[in-house]
């Protein structure tokens, strides 16, 4: 017999629910994950108390979907959902039921949910209640629906995104049934909005599995969510330095940026705190998109050698279109469509020519362009793997200097501003002062010793 530890308020839920006289579990993916070793982001209740009953018991609720049966008991500022048990009725919008019907049957409750390994429940007195042999599921390593899987996908499109998700997450594979309907019903996630869509390959991309997105380019979903995806896919690379098509290309970069922050406690430099999520999910879908740019940039040279001559210009605005489309915040896609324009720039290994390197792109993301090349380089032919990264560990060893020194790369960094010119030197204002701020820019970038207020006025001087 399953026994599952439960948190101690999930633990007084339940007791006070059964207490009076009601059924009550915790259920859904708190349940699923708990058997699979992994920790809960958050704790479902399912019982048969309705709504309000709930509320009489509790001293601190809050009306999250009241309409569809689920109040949130409140514990200090941690909530935990209690629902209903319900029948779905209709639903219009592969999305919504048109009408919810509350009952007092746990199996049909159970049987709306989407997939097995998310429709089983647990409580102390009872145990295990796994109707549709999630746990065999479990053990099959399988994501399979919940009854007819059409009806699934007709109730909840975005399901359908849902399986992919789950199987890159736990690293487990879709059943056969559940792939054919995901084939025929992929047309119907143009219903779901665009912000689902995004949260939904956003899990993906930082799941174990992110190359699964090939499933959902394989079931046609991505002719819908991510066409510009298929048409990485498509496009084979004919170079050298390339052993996979685009798509498998980005992918594989994908893999690395997960695996290579999985192995650095979550660092992109060595000795650097870790990023947060916000920032990994930035590269990740810096990684994904960084070559979405070539598929209408490709020409084949006489030797028939594949070029891409300016998709990384052409790449940053297709996915500055991408990300605005999926409704991404403006931190994610400053940086990303950033990263994008820069990510094939040529660093040399010379600490002028990286200052000013870094002055031209902005010293605030070269870490992160400079990680993105190197997960790029992981996802190339191996053929040519030590080489390049030798040169990049130099380049980025040079950099750390050039930081650990303090040397100026901005005008904000520079020594004189356009005060001291008017005031010291007589400019009058207008063009001539950014002129000659440029100027003493970037003879500080050949100079780094020399940026001194005294000294660089008096440079200013002497012309």
Not at 92 to 108: A, I, Q
Not at 145 to 165: I, K, Q, S, Y
């Amino acid at each position: 017999m399953i026994s599952i530890t439960l948190p101690d308020q999930v633990e007084y839920i339940l007791d006070t629910l059964m207490k009076h006289g009601y059924e009550a579990y915790a259920v859904g993916g708190c349940v699923r994950d708990t058997i699979l070793g992994r920790c809960p982001g958050d704790w479902d209740i399912t019982t048969s108390a309705k709504p309000n009953e709930v509320k009489k018991l509790f001293s601190r609720t809050v009306d999250t979907g009241i309409q569809h049966g689920t109040v949130t008991v409140m514990f200090d500022k941690e909530g935990f959902e209690i629902t209903t048990y319900r029948i779905d009725g209709e639903y219009e919008d592969s999305r919504h039921p048109k009408e919810v019907e509350f009952t007092s049957n746990l199996s049909e409750d159970l049987k709306r949910r989407d997939f097995t390994i998310n429709a089983m429940a647990y409580n102390h007195k009872n145990g295990l209640v796994d109707i549709f042999d999630g746990i065999g599921d479990i053990e099959r390593k399988l994501i399979r629906c919940v009854g007819n899987p059409l009806e699934r996908f007709d109730e909840d499109a975005l399901r359908m995104l849902r399986a992919v998700r789950f199987a890159g997450q736990l690293g487990f594979s879709i059943d056969d049934a559940t792939r054919e309907a995901i084939v025929k019903k992929a047309p119907t996630l143009e219903r779901i909005s665009q912000e689902r869509i995004r949260v939904e390959l956003d899990k993906l991309l930082l799941s174990k599995e992110p190359e699964l997105l090939l499933e959902a380019s394989k079931t046609r979903m991505c002719e819908v969510v991510l066409p510009e995806f298929d048409a990485m896919v498509l496009q084979e690379q004919s170079n050298p330095h390339h052993v996979y098509s685009v798509g498998i290309h980005v992918l594989k970069s994908v893999e690395e940026c997960n695996r290579y922050l999985e192995q650095n406690n979550g660092c992109i430099i060595a000795k650097y705190p870790p990023i947060d999520a916000k920032l990994h999910s930035a590269l990740c879908w810096t990684l994904l998109l960084h070559d979405v740019g070539k598929p209408i940039t490709h020409t084949t040279g006489l030797d028939g050698t594949d070029h891409f001559y300016g998709h990384a210009e052409k790449g940053s605005q297709i996915a500055k279109n991408i990300l605005k489309r999926l409704k991404f915040d403006n931190y994610t896609l400053e940086l990303v469509v950033r990263l994008i324009k820069w990510h094939d720039y040529r660093f040399l290994p010379e600490a002028s020519k990286i200052r000013k390197a870094a002055s031209k792109i902005g010293p605030d993301i070269i870490e992160c362009l400079l990680f993105v090349q190197r997960m790029d380089i992981y996802a190339k032919n191996p053929k040519f793997m030590d080489e390049k990264l030798m040169k990049l560990e130099k380049i980025v060893e040079i950099y750390q200097q050039i930081k650990d020194d303090n040397q100026c790369l901005t005008l904000k960094q520079l020594a004189v501003n356009g005060e001291d010119l008017m005031q010291q030197i007589g400019i009058t204002s207008g063009p001539k002062v950014g002129e000659t701020l440029n100027y003493l820019l970037n003879y500080v970038l050949e100079n780094p010793d020399k940026n001194n207020r005294e000294y660089l006025l008096n440079q200013i001087k002497k012309q």
